[in-house]
C-alpha cells in the first residue's frame, strides 16, 4: 500500500511539474500579448499568433491602455486608421479597435467594453462599412460577450493562454518567429494598427494589389449572395442609433465614416446587384447620423490595377496614408493636401446629389477603364 502511495505521489508531483513548467512557459512567451509581460528581443518581441486571438486581446489592451480615443470598425479602420495622427495629440493614448472581420453589432459592443473602462472616453471615430450590416453577417466564432465590459481577462481567456494546446504551439511559433524575425512589429503595433507590410508577406504570401484581389473579390459577400442565388440583404441599422445615443449620453465626439475601398469593390457591389440597397443604406445612415463618405469613384479609390497599388493593399483595404487622408478630411486638418473629390459629409440634404454625383462618375471611370471592368465581371464569372 506504501509503495502504491509513493508511485501516486512521484507521478503526481511530475503532472505538476509538467503543468508548472508549461504554464510559466506559456506566460513567459505570452503569445496573444494578454499578460503585458517583459519583452526580450528574439525571444518574445515579434507575436505572429496575436492574429489568431484579435478580439481577445483586443479586448484586454482596452483593459490595460483605457484609451481617451478609439477607433472603431472593421479591418479596414485596423489597417488604414492611424492613433498616432497628429490631430489626436490632446487625446492620447488613442487606440484602433476595428477588429478583422467585425459585424456592426461586434464593433458596437467593443466600443461600449472601451467605454466602460474609460467612462471618460472623448472621442471615437466609427468605420460603417456595408458588409458590416449583412444580415447573413454573424458574429465571429472567437467573440465572447463574456470578456466585454469587464475590467479584468476572463478565467475561460486566461486558461485558454495558460492551458491549453494553442497556447503551447502558440508560444512555440512565437520563438520560431522571434528567431527569424527580430526587431520586427508582427502583425500588429502596440496601438492596435495593422502592420500593412507583415500582413502581405505572412498572410498573402507577399502578394499585394491587382495580384491578390481576384481571391478577395470572389470571397465578398457580395459576390457569395450572387453565386448562391440569394439576393444581398442587411439589417441591424439600429445598431448605428443605439451608438449615436451612447455617444450623446456619454458626451463623446463621434465621427462616422465609410471607407474607401478600391473601385473593384464597388463594382463587386453593383454586379452583385445590390447597388440600389447600398444607395439606400447611405440613405438611412444619413437620416441617423452625419456621416462621411470616402467611397465611389474618386481621385483615391481610382488607383490604377498593378502589383504594388500606391492606395492599396487589395480590393478592400487601403494604406495608412490614405487613411491619414480621411482623418484630415473628417477633422479639417491640413485638408489643402487632401483631393478635392475625396470624402463628403451626408446629411438628408446631401445625400441625394451625392448619389447621384456618385453614378455619373461611376459612368465616365467605366468608359475610360473598361478593362478594370471586365476584371471584376471575370471575377464574379469564373
Known amino acids: 500500500m506504501k509503495d502504491y502511495q509513493r508511485y501516486f505521489r512521484i507521478v503526481l508531483s511530475v503532472i505538476l511539474m509538467q503543468v508548472l513548467t508549461i504554464s510559466g512557459f506559456n506566460i513567459a512567451v505570452d503569445p496573444y500579448s494578454v499578460f503585458n509581460n517583459p519583452i526580450w528581443v528574439g525571444f518574445n518581441q515579434v507575436k505572429p499568433e496575436k492574429d489568431k486571438q484579435v478580439r481577445m486581446f483586443k479586448a484586454i489592451d482596452i483593459i490595460r491602455i483605457q484609451p481617451n480615443m478609439v477607433f472603431i470598425g472593421s479591418s ?26 467585425a459585424n456592426i453589432y461586434e464593433a458596437r459592443r467593443y466600443f461600449e467594453h472601451a467605454i466602460a473602462n474609460n467612462p471618460e472616453l472623448k472621442q471615437a471615430a466609427i468605420g460603417v462599412d456595408f458588409f458590416m450590416f449583412g444580415q447573413d453577417k454573424k458574429n465571429q466564432d472567437d467573440f465572447s460577450e463574456d470578456r466585454l465590459l469587464t475590467s479584468h481577462i476572463t478565467p475561460q481567456d486566461k486558461f485558454n493562454s495558460i492551458f491549453s494546446l494553442g497556447a503551447i504551439r502558440g508560444s512555440l511559433k512565437t520563438i520560431r518567429a522571434n528567431q527569424s524575425s527580430v526587431n520586427r512589429v508582427g502583425y500588429f503595433y502596440p496601438d492596435g494598427r495593422r502592420n500593412t507590410d507583415y500582413y502581405v508577406s505572412h498572410i498573402y504570401g507577399g502578394l499585394q494589389g491587382v495580384d491578390i484581389m481576384g481571391d478577395l473579390l470572389r470571397e465578398n459577400d457580395f459576390f457569395q449572395s450572387k453565386k448562391q442565388g440569394n439576393p444581398y440583404e442587411i439589417s441591424h441599422l439600429e445598431e448605428v442609433k443605439n451608438i449615436v445615443k451612447l455617444c450623446q449620453k456619454k458626451n463623446i465626439k463621434c465621427d462616422f465614416f465609410i471607407s474607401p475601398s478600391h473601385v473593384t469593390h464597388w463594382e463587386s457591389i453593383r454586379l452583385s446587384g445590390a447597388w440600389q440597397l447600398f444607395e439606400e443604406w447611405k440613405r438611412d445612415l444619413a437620416q441617423i447620423a452625419p456621416v462621411w463618405d470616402f467611397s465611389g469613384y474618386n481621385s483615391i479609390t481610382t488607383d490604377p490595377l498593378s502589383s504594388n497599388m500606391k492606395n492599396y493593399i487589395d480590393s478592400s483595404h487601403y494604406r495608412k496614408e490614405i487613411g491619414d487622408l480621411v482623418l484630415n478630411r473628417i477633422w479639417q486638418y491640413n485638408e489643402d493636401i487632401v483631393p478635392k473629390d475625396f470624402g463628403v459629409l451626408l446629411t438628408p440634404e446631401t445625400v441625394e446629389n451625392h448619389l447621384k454625383q456618385i453614378r455619373e462618375n461611376r459612368k465616365i471611370w467605366a468608359n475610360n477603364h473598361p478593362d478594370v471592368v471586365e476584371f471584376v465581371e471575370n471575377v464574379l464569372n469564373n
Do not use: S
Open 76 to 101: 479596414r479602420t485596423e489597417f488604414g486608421l492611424d492613433p498616432a495622427h497628429p490631430a489626436l495629440a490632446e487625446v492620447q493614448p488613442a487606440y484602433n479597435l476595428g477588429i478583422t472581420g
